[in-house]
């Protein structure tokens, strides 16, 4: 029994550790999946699979009546169960623009780590986690500056108040112009009869500050207000 709860808690201090390795990475960059968030997830999706594989070893009938039981049956759940915190995290913002997927798959990946602790596989959870913090952290990094120039594009929405039809066209050339590519369009009537407001959807090099687009669009003549949403 004591070498048991030994390797209850090397498992469950093992998947706190790994637990904490994306709660960190998760925690500066200012997500909503946080330190305490992803501990939670590792610690308890471990505990959970150790439950479900003891289970099935410590209850299995007697001679009469035979109990077979699925050692990962409870551990199962997990990975369809975790789906609703995933799910409270991904945001809709504007037309087809939806933030946290990553933070979901964050989510997911802190579970099935604490999954794959708890059924004792050490080496392939590290393994794991490293992988992870690479393709989330610096295969990113490495095809911005190596990359195809697509890759190389942010998208924004941008909001643009105009106070002429007759300037819809002029503003769309001059944004052209300034190598900002409108990939969606929507045009739409304001209270004063006088005044559009042009929403578009743009891809922009993700060198460019938000602030020069900005300046740049201000001073595009018939242009009342902008607002931009990156």
Same mark, same amino acid.
């Given at each position: ?148 120039? @697509?890759? !190389?594009? /942010?998208?924004?929405?941008? %909001? =643009? *108040? &105009? ?5 819809? +066209? @002029?503003? !769309?050339? /001059?944004?052209?112009?300034? %190598? =900002? *590519? &409108? ?5 739409? +009537? ?41």
């Amino acid at each position: 029994m004591e070498i048991l709860d030994w390797d209850l808690l090397l498992k469950l201090g093992i998947s706190a550790l790994l637990g904490l390795v994306i709660g960190v990475e998760r925690e500066l960059k200012r997500k909503p999946l946080g330190l305490k968030t992803s501990l939670v997830i590792s610690i308890i999706s471990c505990l959970l699979t150790i439950v479900s594989i003891e289970s099935a070893y410590i209850f299995p009938g007697n001679d009469d009546i035979r109990i077979q039981m699925d050692p990962l049956r409870l551990a199962a759940q997990i990975v369809s169960g975790i789906g609703f915190l995933g799910a409270g995290v991904i945001l809709r913002r504007g037309n087809d623009h939806i933030s946290g997927l990553t933070t979901a798959a964050m989510i997911w990946g802190a579970a099935g780590i604490g999954i794959t602790v708890g059924a004792g596989f050490y080496v392939e959870a590290v393994a794991g986690v490293v992988l992870l913090i690479i393709s989330v952290e610096f295969i990113p990094f490495a095809l911005a500056k190596l990359g195809p120039r @697509k890759l !190389l594009k /942010r998208d924004l929405i941008i %909001k =643009i *108040t &105009v106070s002429k039809q007759e300037s819809l +066209d @002029k503003v !769309l050339e /001059r944004l052209t112009e300034e %190598k =900002i *590519t &409108v990939t969606h369009t929507r045009i739409k +009537d304001l209270k004063d009869e006088s005044s559009l407001l042009l929403e578009l959807k743009t891809r922009v090099s993700e060198k460019r500050p938000v602030t020069n687009i900005y300046y740049t669009i201000s001073n595009i003549e018939d242009v009342q207000g902008i607002e931009i949403i990156s």
